[in-house]
């Protein structure tokens, strides 16, 4: 074989190799999704993780062939896990506990859009700079090790170490809007970290959902989960006091609109909690009753106020 046969043969299984991981993320992606795509109303998502009242919010990983969520460790205690399912040969696998799991709760994954091997959590750790008598939910990170993850490290930027912190989401730019209650519990806060030049900031407060509290104390505003374009975000709303419900609010020039039922928008049920809005944007899934995860397009009620 000649070198000039030999460079050309090269090219070529590069080529091949490049096409083969091509199609096969594309296949996971549409084995998941594609029976989703047109859908006008919410249906059951992953069923095999159904588990009654003890179902919470979960991610995928960036190639989406792991669903990351948490559970109750002990039922009706403040301990909860990790737990990881893969998709694979069709079907999802038995959840596991993630592998850097102890006898520390942590909960509320979220994977970085920043570094793609980097995994965000909510847990109850002891921080270096805690001095309380007992900790408090607080952010964490783990990078991916081959087929596990590391031990988390502190994420010492979120530095409100004393509040009860949750429900983060991120968006594409790599900003982390979350939930964050006062060690009282006298008041929830909703609270943005913004990714500028290599690093995080500290929390900043987020201005629009706090307003929305402020403006209406009849009902109770819980978790959002803002789009990774920024363009709109979910609000999880409880009216009166009754069970919570997904709202929307979408970014105008001046600021944002007053959230809106989705329900209103798609003629249907949603009531649920803790949304998670897929990396491409095209999927809201949230859990109903704290036992089942649900999903919809997005497509279904963007745009459609």
Sequence with gaps: MTSKQLNYFLVLSVWVIVVMTSCNKTSTYEAIFSKYEHIDKPMLFIPELTLKENTYKGCFSNDYSTFYFFR???????????????????????????SFSD???????????????????ISYRRTPADSSQKPNANFWFTTKAGSDWTKPFPFTQADLIYNYNSQPSITTNGT????????????????????KNG????????????????????RTIFEICVSPDETY???????????AKLFL????????????????????DMSGNFPYITADGKFLI??????????????????KE
């Design 72 to 98: 109750h460790n002990k039922p009706d205690q403040e301990d909860y896990r990790i737990f990881q399912t893969t998709f694979s040969k069709n079907q999802w696998t038995e959840p596991k506990e993630i």
């Design 286 to 303: 949230f859990t109903r009753n704290f036992s089942s995860f649900y999903i919809l397009p997005t497509e279904e009620f963007v745009n």
């Design 233 to 243: 975000m979910v609000l999880t709303i409880s009216e009166k006091r009754q069970n």
């Design 199 to 218: 690093s995080y900031q500290n929390p900043s407060l987020f201005s629009p959902v706090n307003e929305f509290r402020t403006a209406d104390t009849t």
């Design 249 to 268: 609010s979408s970014k105008i020039q001046n600021g944002w609109t007053n959230p809106k039922y989705i329900g209103d928008i798609i003629k249907e």
């Design 176 to 195: 982390i809007y979350f939930t964050s209650d006062t060690p009282d519990w006298s008041k929830t806060l909703t609270y943005k970290m913004e990714y």
């Design 103 to 121: 006898a520390n709760s942590d909960l509320y994954p979220m994977v970085s859009t920043i570094n793609k091997n980097e995994l965000f959590i």
